[in-house]
């Protein structure tokens, strides 16, 4: 099993195929693994594709589970946020030899998207926004996610403070929009970037819109998500990546 040590992580990942390297952020909030890109538990298959079957003759496709999410695990700061996992990203980048990568996110892989395009803006070729999470009559979703996310690294670590929660759970959702970047960075993004709107509570509507109407260099394909729209959607996938990552 692949392990990235950091200083205060152990980062779990799975690399696929040859090619251009494409990072994947896995859908799942801050359960963020590689198991949300196979079939559920009980064998039906994900409304998306998964990347590291459908891309990997054209593409290093790198899945990751994210810190204290499926198999890897991390300490939890006040400081931590969005930049804490970039760190991770981009180390993992790093550690396989990779200089320019293409990132595509699912749920809040939309969010780790933008936030690695703030990093490494000479970095990221290209990016795929699939299901994008955003603010938008849902504050209760993401207080939801930061209690179960406490649950989770509490029952490996019970000395991690209610403080040290609230303040990780205020630096990850405290924001509005996309959390991790605001709507000024993104009408002045210039990486190119293909949108696969999401349509529920966790993935508004809205947010999708707005991010449709804000960025300069951005493809939207409307419908993505569905078995009978599968075929259609690694397709489109496919040739954005192949166009900006020659």
Known sequence: ?????????????????????????????????????????????????????????????????????GKSVADVKPDHGWHTFAADHLALIDHLGFGQFAVMGGCIGGSYCFEAIEQAPDRVAAAVLQNPIGLWENRDTWDEAVKGYAATVRARDPSISETTI?????????????????????????????????TDKPHPAHTSNEIASLAPNIEVQKDWRAPHFLQESINRVRAFLEKHTA
């Not at 200083?7 to 590689?34: C, K, M, N, Q, T």
């Not at 759970?169 to 696969?196: A, I």
Request: proline share 9%; charged share 25%.
């Open 1 to 69: 099993m692949p392990i990235l040590k950091r200083p205060d992580a152990e980062i779990h990942y799975e690399v696929h195929g040859r090619g251009f390297p494409l990072l994947l952020y896995a859908p799942g909030g801050l359960r963020s693994s590689i198991e949300f890109w196979g079939p559920a538990a009980d064998g039906t298959p994900r409304a998306w594709m998964d990347p590291r079957v459908a891309l990997s003759d054209r593409f290093t496709v790198i899945s990751m589970d994210q810190r204290n999410a």
């Open 166 to 198: 609230r303040s990780f759970g205020q630096n990850m959702f405290g924001g509005d929009f996309v959390f991790s970047v605001t709507r000024d960075f993104v009408k002045d993004c210039r990486t190119p970037l293909l949108l696969q709107p999401g």
